[in-house]
């Protein structure tokens, strides 16, 4: 699509923080500078984690199933409590940070794995394992990291097989980071207890495996869908837009970009403070 595109192009403001419908590189290549809307999903986003975790924990869905079809308690199992959990953050970014703030409340243990380990001030309580090692001890694996060539099935069979027996899995982010054929198997085997997932890797066509699955808690990719999220993004959307036409520079720069940039001119494009917060933007101006 890029090719058709006029070289007068030359910023593209997506309204999303993924962004793996856009390849980037070819941006890159064309001088396209690209932006997404982090931070202003971060809240929404963590508390559908939390939603799914818990139910998932709890195997919720056979239960208002059993309801919804005048059974009562019809075939309820018994689930687990959070507290004392150990809850894995595979993507330890803006939202993995509020899904470990809302989890602590819980009473659950927090370990993580990023690219790279935090500064002590963002990383809190939270401990900073290889990833090997996040496969081997989180009681719950949360997926919060973005999609890309390098993290496309990052969980798959061999990964499945290094878990705890009965881990639970949680997927907001994107579907393809999990082989769902491989977690299929892992629930079928009772390797995986159950599971909580808002994104699919072929969306909307839903793996039947799963979708027949009860142990398995299913939203259709609403983990945005507020109006306050919703009117946050659009939000900063306007501001990437307003930036660019007035400054040349964008605000949220995507990171592949941003770093580039780093490199090249130090903070000169697309800064975001360590802190989270973005410059120039709180979220409700424009």
């Given at each position: 699509m890029l090719s058709v595109l006029p070289n007068s192009l030359k910023f593209i403001c997506h309204n999303g923080a993924g962004y793996d419908n856009i390849d980037v590189d070819a941006?890159?290549?064309?001088?396209?500078l690209v932006s997404s809307t982090p931070i202003a999903v971060n809240n929404a986003t963590a508390d559908i984690t939390m939603f799914l975790m818990i139910g998932a924990l709890r195997q919720a869905y056979i239960s208002i199933s059993s309801i919804r079809n005048g059974q009562w308690f019809g075939k309820t199992t018994l689930g687990h409590d959070p507290r004392g959990r150990t809850l894995g953050i595979?993507?330890?970014?803006?939202i993995g940070r509020e899904v470990a703030r809302r989890a602590r409340v819980f009473g659950m243990n927090i370990i993580y794995h990023n690219r790279r380990r935090l500064p002590r001030e963002l990383e809190g309580d939270a401990t900073y394992v290889s990833f090997d090692d996040l496969l081997c001890k989180s009681d719950v694996l949360s997926l919060n990291?973005?999609?890309n060539?390098?993290?496309?099935h990052i969980i798959s069979g061999p990964e499945f097989e290094k878990m705890k027996d009965g881990v639970v899995i949680i997927n907001t982010a994107r579907g393809a980071l999990i082989n769902e054929k491989a977690l299929v198997d892992a629930l079928n085997s009772g390797k995986v207890f159950s599971a909580g997932l808002d994104?699919?890797?072929n969306e909307p066509s839903v793996e039947p495996g799963l979708l027949n699955n009860?142990?398995?808690?299913l939203l259709p990719h609403i983990g945005t869908t507020t109006l306050e999220t919703q009117r946050e993004m659009e939000l900063l959307v306007l501001e990437n837009l307003r930036s660019c036409l007035?400054?040349?520079?964008?605000?949220?720069?995507v990171p592949e970009q941003r770093d580039a940039l780093h490199q090249v001119n130090g903070l000169e494009n697309g800064h975001v403070e360590r802190n989270g917060h973005l410059n120039g933007w709180n979220g409700v101006h424009v």
């Open positions: 941006c890159t290549e064309k001088e396209i595979l993507g330890m970014g803006g990291l973005s999609l060539a390098s993290t496309r994104v699919f890797e009860p142990r398995v808690m007035e400054k040349g520079t964008l605000v949220t720069l």
